[in-house]
Every structure is written in C-alpha cells, then in structure tokens.
C-alpha cells in the first residue's frame, strides 16, 4: 500500500464517527490503486491501519463481488446475464465474446490481458445486453460492438462510455428535467427553481414539514410502499443520541433502473429531498449508499454534493439559518441483500451486509445504534415537491391511497425499454404503450421487479390493470419497485424460474438457513427439471419450500423468491411438468 | 408477569425471552445457533414459536415474553418449519451420526429425533466440503458444519481471540481462521471456546477422536490444577481404560466454560508412567518409595536438624500455584509460625 493510497484512507476514515466504517472504502481504494485484486497482506494492511481484526477484514472483503481475491486480466469484462439481460440477448454475448477470447467466463487471458466474468444485475435494464468495465458501463451491446470494444482495449485504448438513457410518461416531477443539457449542474438546478422547497421548508417548524409529508400520503418507492411520514414518526423523541439519514441508492431488484436516472441527471432534486428531510427529522448527517457499480453516478452525487456545499445548500448554516446538514456518497462493493435496510446500515459501518434481527427498528437504533431514517432515492426526490407546492396537489396525481407520480421501469420485450414516469394508479397498458408496445405475443409480465408474482396474458387481459399498492396485491403480486418486465412468447418459464432462482441463491447473505439452504435447493431441483432429469417429487419439494420458507428469514428475501418461483410454477405448470421425465 | 407456553401458565423476569422461560420450565424447543453465553441469534430459525394474535411465526430466542402472551411451541405450522430446518441441513451436508464423535450430545440430531425424522426428505448434492486437520488441538470438519455461526461469536464475543470469521456469503459461507488460512498457520491460540459451543460435530477436539463415545464416558467434575484462577472442569473419563478423553469447560464461575489450551487440552499427566504417586527417598543413592509416615518423619527431622545447625534464616518456602489456597496458606503459615522466618515465595511471582 502505498502512501497515497494509506493517506486517502486516512481522509475516509476522518469523514465517519468510527474507522470501522471505513473498510469496504478502503479495500476498494487497495484493489483501484493496486493490481486490481485484493492480496492477503493487502488485508492485514487495512486491518492494521482502522485497527479491525483480520478476520472481520477477511470476513467483509469475501462478502462482496465487487472485491476480488484473486488475480485478473488488465481489463475486466463482466456482462450482466441477469433475467432482463437474458430477454436482451445477453446469452449470444457472452457466447460471442467467450469465443472472441478464447476463455470461459470466470477466465483470463493467457496474455493476461482480459478476464470475463458474467454478474448479476447492474440497473441498467433497459439498456441490456450490458458490459462493466471497471468504473464505467458499455450498454446497449452487440456482438458487433464487443468487438470494437476488444479491439480497442487491445490497442490500450477504453473507449468513451455514453450511459443511455430512454425516458418517458408526463414525467411532471421526477423526471422533468432529465435530457436537459446540464442538468447535474446546481446553475441549471437554480434556473429551474430547485432549492426553492428547502427554503420554504427552513422557514417552517420541522414537525410542520414532517406532519405535509404524512398527509400527503407518500408512500415508499423502494418497494415496500410504507408510508414515510409514518416511519419518519418513529423516531423516540429526544434520545440524546443524533439521528441519521439514509438515503437506499442500492438499486439492485432485477428489473429496476429507476433510481439512477434522478441520480445521474438531477442529483440537485435528491440532495434537496434529503436536506429537507433531513430537516425535518433532525438529522445534521445524511448518507447516500450507492451501489458500488453505478461508480460514475456516485461521481456525480459527489460532484452535486460539492456545489451544493459551495453554495450554502449543505453544510453548516444552510441558506443562514441554523440548520446543519452534510450528505456523504458511501459506495457498496457489490452485495444485492444491501438494499434491505439493515443490511445497508450494517454495510455501511463497514460490516458484512447481514440484515438485523428486527426489533429494534433503525428509527429506534440504525446506524451506530443511533436513530436513522432509510428512504429510497425516488421517495427522497419527491420531498421537495410535496413541501413546495403542499401536499393536496401531490394528493392530486395518483389515487387516495397511492397518490404522486412512480416511475416505472419497463424492461424485456418491449419497442422501447426505459424508465416512464406516470401517476400511481396508471393502467399498465399506457405504460406498454409509451414503452413502444409489447414485441411479439405478450406472454408474461413481471409486475415490480423479480421478486413480485408473474402474471399471465389470460390474467393481464387487455392490460387495463391499475399500477398502484392496492390494486395489484389484489391481484396476487404487488407493485414492488415498479419494475416491469415484459416478456413474450419466446420465452420459457421455467428458464426464467431458474434464472431467478440463481440470483437470489448468489445474493442470499447466508446467516438464516431456509433462504440459505432453500435457495439453494430450490435451485439445484430447478436446474435438474430444466436438464430434464426432474421428476414429480422434485416439484412438489420445491412447491413445499416455497410455502414454508414464507415469513421465516430474518429479512424479505426468502419471501422475494418464494413468491415468484411458487407463482411462476403454479401459473406456468404445465411447461414445469412437460420437463418432468416420463418413467 | 406471566406468559403461557402450550396452555401452561409460567412466571417470568422482565427482560426474559420465550425460549429462556420455556427453557426454564422443561419446554423443550431446539436452538441451533442460540447459546445463553451469547445471547439471541435468530439465525437458524429453528426455534420458531406461535404467538395468538400474531401474524406470522417469531423465533422463541429473539421474542422477548410479554405479560399474558400465549404461546404456542408444537403447531402444525411451527413443526413444518422445524421439519424443513432439519431437512435442509441434512440435505446439504454429510450428516453422519454412525461415526460422529458427537453422536449423543448433537443438536441436529437431537432436533431430528423430537422431529421424528429419520432421513433427509430429499437429497442434493453439493461440492464436497472439506475438513481442517492442521491444527494441534481442534479439527474442523465443515461437511458437518451448519454455519450457524456460534463459534464465531464465541471467538469474537466470549474470548475475544478474534480469529475465527464467516467468510463468503450464501450457500457458499464457511467459517474461516482469518484470511482463510489453514487453523494451524492462523493466529488461533487453541483455546478451543469454538469446539465447546459447536452445536454438532463440525468443531471437535482432535485427540478425542476415536477415544470413546458419549455414552461410555463419565463425566467428572473438578477445578483446573494449572494456575491459581480455579477454571472449573468436567472431565470425561473412560473409566474402564481408567482415562481421561478430553476435558469441557463447566458454564460456571470463574471461567463461565473458557479455559485456555493447558487447561483444556493437557489432560495426560495423571495417567502419565513419569507421575510420582508416592513419597520417595533417596537411599544409597537410589529413590526408594517409602510410606508417607516415613517420608514426613524424615522430612521433618531434617528441617529441625538442619534449622539448630545453621539458624532459621537458612530456611525458605516455594508454595506453587497449581496447589489450592489452604495450601500455600499452610505453608506460609508453617514458615512464620515454625520455622519463624519471612522466607516464602511462589512459583508464579516472577
């Protein structure tokens, strides 16, 4: 480790309460300054410097994809072969390049120029095939494209990456201001009004600001749809210990893409949100945990974060008053389970991304033990709006019960995969339809991200469905995080089942046993009926783990593969049984 | 305060969980990653209870008892959550009890047995696992291993030794020795906590192995004869081969069931050839074995005859710190009221 290397760690470390929090930030900065990988005296060198004992260094490090253990090629090419990836054509690519190179994923060159790795769903759904490479992301790839991209990687040169972006709906508020040029910019930000709601909200009693946004209903973007006013209510009053914002910038539910649109072109509109909140609240100390891929996007949060700063938006003594308020960027290395909230909270402090045995809940004791407030980028963003111009005209989009605009992520087959912005409540068939239309027979859909119920064609009918929190649970899926993925006729269902059974057995944590072990079952029954070795039995097994597994783990995730793989079976049973082998 | 466990009616502390009272009371509900040394863990689910009212099942060990909670510990729902644990961990790993050293004193198996269940439901087959023969002391088997995590909090939380971690994540988590390095090139101190907290046969103590089984030994009592803390023991003892096959710390004061290597694992000296086990004399140049009348006799002689000769002065005590505190009391005691001199000393002072 060299000193640079040692001194900017030093820096991190200076911006938390404890150097514990530091060590993910520090390995990644070791793995970026070094040979690309982590070595074992890399480790001991972290654990002495934040004074942490080697194996909780060893024990964080091997927790999280992002970090590597072993050695790899100059450039790391690793492709997304998630299920919005899959519907994209992401198979051909990595067939395509595998042949192209000579290797099998997980591979490197002889050279020792290029390692392939395939990884799980990197938000960019609607832009898939994807390739990341380092801090950056080649989208909307072809074979073709590959190519090029190894041929100039191979002259030394990494091209230009230009993420895309397709945008759409009324796009009224959340994204409003996406696909204007300069949008990032706090000049650009100012012109357009921003910054306005948090001076109107500094001039009103923080329980004020609080007690707008409970009325207006606003509802958790994340995926759970708790209210936020209510769970911003669940902080004790006066603990004597500072309270902590958080904001859930770890979008990584397949089918999800939403989040990084407001990030990437309107960081202004989430810093305000969070300022706000923070606010009302009482919290001086905001967080942004983003995931560690979207490492351009944390650049530019970082970037917002800076101005905002400059200009008396953040910091101390924001627009002259008395309130301070600081936001840190906190990049995740690679761990799906990060965007539970205590799983984020314990990763955040540096740990293992475990979720926590609840009670307490975070607003009682989150991070440091401390009261913290976990709320999705979306929810955050909508803040300013709701103290802006009141919470009867957000009551106004969307219906009594999901009121305000949701974006909603549109992936798979469709003519044009993007992320569109519509009042709650919005039938799926305008979404379809700003989306360009289903591409060929419509077979299935994927209401809100992986973990919610399929539904069929029979039950989507002409898709006059609302988008909303109760219309689709009474529908038998829910409307998660608003990610939709569509597919048709081409596709098999078990194929899908498999896939999904495989990323949630890649991201379980692994500290409770039925999604440990069950994931894990599951997945090598699914993948013996997929070879065509099943058998009735096997399905049956795998139907009784997933009505078990229900509401027995410590957090949501037995829960988020169960309900998909029981309705993907229970819906699509006869192509599960055509697998079955005849005796 | 009162909760009531399958219709009985119990009293409890605040602050005490369901499964501490049902504990407490003879309710028998199986704990897998669950210690009282370290506290609630909530991670192998297993201990699942049914609350009246409630949505949904609470694990006994994290659920704080409530006054007039009604409790359910044996409903349809919670044994087919029980079944499934067991059934997954079966499947996973290779549960052999024919061969196991904890056959008799293993929680899985004793999960199994109130189950009833005689084999795995299904089978899968994984990549073998491995097992960490490399150290002194402690050999962990992770076929075995159900990654419940105890030993790592006993490592970390009770002895504080910080070597042991989960390393990994899913189903391929293994409990690793720092960096995942082999145990014997770890910065493990061979204390051996892990080996007394594993709930199944995964951490063991490698010279037991093959030494007998838990239903041949008998367990002894007693307090820990190398230093002055007083590390209570139990002794497992082969009493036919009139040996003892290892040695477990008592869950009591002052140790709380640590002990360190010597205490834990240097358990051959009283069936060692060298031990003196009576007094001796050297006559004609040779050890004569005598009997102890004639040894203190002797002894005592000695000390008068030499003390007239040559003063008190010339006389000095070493008491030791692997005899008791009346011991070297007495002996202490002796040397300023006998022989009246201050000239006592310790083995363990410098």
Known sequence: MDKQVREKIVAITEQYSSPKTAVLSALQEVQKSGSGYLKQEDMAEVATLLDVPLASVYSSCSYYSMLNRKPVGKYHIEIDTNIPAMLAGAGDLLAHIEKRLGIRSGETTKDGLFTLSTVEDLGACGTCPVIQLGDRYFEEMTPEKADKLIESLKRGQIPESKSKVVVGGDRKVLLRRVGQPNSTFISSYLKDGGYK??????????????????????????????????????????????????????????????DRQIMEYDPHLLLEGMAISGYAIGAKRGFIYIRGEFAWIADILERAVEEARSSGKLGRNILGTSFDFDISVHRGAGAYVCGEETGLIESL?????????????????????????????????????????????????????????????????????????????????????????????????????????????EELGDCNIPMDYDNLPKRGTSLGSGGIMVMNDTVSIPAIALRAIEFYAHESCGQCIPCREGASVIKA?????????????????????????????????????????EAMIKKFRREFDALIQQP | MSVTIDGKLFDFKPGATVLEVAREHGVKIPSLCYHPKIGPAGRCRICVVEVEGQKGLETACTLAARDGMVVSTDTPKVLEVRRMVVNLLLSNGEHNCLSCEQNGQCELQDAAYQLGIEAPAFVVDGPPAEVDKSSEMIVIDRRKCIMCGRCIDACNKVV?????????????????????????????????????????????????????????????NTTCPYCGVGCQLTLHVDKDANRIVKVTGREVLPNNGM????????????????????????????????????????????????????????????????ITNENNYAIAKFTRAVIKNNNVDHCART
């Not at chain 1, 999901?402 to 919005?426: A, D």
């Not at chain 1, 009735?536 to 229900?550: F, G, N, W, Y």
């Not at chain 2, 009348?293 to 040559?310: C, F, H, P, S």
């Open chain 1, 197 to 258: 709601a948090l001076e109107k909200a500094l001039g009103m009693k923080p329980e004020d600001v609080t007690a707008e946004v409970k009325s207006s209903g606003l509802r958790g973007r994340g995926g759970a749809g708790f209210p936020a006013g209510v769970k911003w209510g669940f902080l004790p009053k006066d603990s004597g210990k500072p309270v902590y914002l958080i904001c859930n910038a770890d979008e990584g539910e397949p089918g999800t893409f939403k």
């Open chain 2, 160 to 220: 504080v030794n910080e070597v042991l971690g989960m390393g990994e994540r899913g189903h391929e988590s293994r409990v690793v020795c720092d960096t995942d390095r082999p145990m014997a090139d770890s910065t493990c101190v061979q204390c051996g906590e892990c080996s007394q907290l594993c709930p199944v046969g995964a951490i063991i103590d490698k010279k037991a192995i093959g030494k007998g089984r838990v239903s041949n030994l008998t367990k002894v």
């Open chain 1, 349 to 457: 402090e540096g740990k293992r991304g475990n979720p926590r045995k609840r009670p307490p809940f975070p607003a009682v004791s989150g991070l440091f033990d401390c009261p913290t407030i976990v709320n999705n980028v979306e929810t955050l963003s909508l803040v300013p709006f709701i103290v802006e111009k009141g919470e009867a005209e957000f009551r106004k989009i969307g219906l009594p019960n999901s009121s305000g605009p949701k974006l909603f992520g549109v992936s798979g087959h469709v003519q044009r995969p993007g992320v569109y912005e519509f009042p709650l409540g919005t039938p799926l068939c305008d979404i379809l339809e700003a989306a360009g239309g289903v591409k060929g027979n419509l077979k299935a859909i994927i209401p809100g991200g992986l973990s919610t119920a399929i539904m069929t064609a």
């Open chain 2, 259 to 322: 002990l360190c290597v010597k205490g834990r694992y240097g358990y051959e000296f009283p069936s060692s050839p060298k031990r003196l086990t009576q007094p001796m004399i050297m006559k004609n140049g040779k050890h004569e074995p005598v009997s102890w009348d004639e040894a203190l006799d002797y002894t005592a002689g000695r000390i008068k005859e030499i003390v007239a000769k040559n003063g008190s002065d010339v006389f000095s005590a070493f008491g030791s710190g692997r």
């Open chain 1, 525 to 565: 029954l699914l993948s013996k009926m997929v070879a065509g070795k099943g058998t009735k039995e096997d399905l049956e097994t795998v139907l009784s783990l997933t009505a078990t597994i229900k509401g027995t783990t410590i957090c949501p995730t037995g829960e988020a593969f169960s309900v998909p793989i």
